[in-house]
Nanobody
Framework: QVQLVESGGGLVPAGGSLRLSCSAS????????MGWFRQAPGKERTIVAA????????YYVDAVEGRFVISRDNAKNTMYLQMNSLEPEDTGVYYC?????????????????WGQGTQVTVSS
């Protein structure tokens, strides 16, 4: 099973930017659908963005469309999330997740490899 490690979280003022990274151990990283999830205090873990194995297809929830960009570098076994125009509502623990197939569904239960999470806090 692939092992995932996130980095890049921190505290930023509203309107600021952060870039999250997710490093994967799997030599077949390009075979994995990857996603970024966010969990705010007292709330469920929900998808923020996802990307296909090749990187050709991406998905964003409406709340981050136009502000966040998901990408991957399969040669480096790394996925990224560039977060711009951050809002206090973006605050939470961000997890990267992966799976060889999700059946086209992007709920947390579809992903079986998870990182430990990185905290993102946006101050107002």
């Amino acid at each position: 099973q692939v092992q995932l490690v996130e980095s890049g979280g921190g505290l930023v003022p509203a309107g600021g930017s952060l870039r999250l990274s997710c490093s994967a151990s799997a030599p077949t990283f390009s075979a994995y659908v990857m996603g970024w999830f966010r969990q705010a205090p007292g709330k469920e873990r929900t998808i923020v963005a996802a990307i296909s194995g090749s990187g050709d297809a991406t998905y964003y929830v409406d709340a981050v469309e136009g502000r966040f960009v998901i990408s991957r570098d399969n040669a480096k076994n790394t996925m990224y999330l560039q977060m711009n125009s951050l809002e206090p509502e973006d605050t939470g623990v961000y997890y990267c997740a992966g799976d060889r197939t999700t059946g086209g569904r992007l709920g947390a239960s579809q992903f079986h490899a998870w990182g430990q999470g990185t905290q993102v806090t946006v101050s107002s």
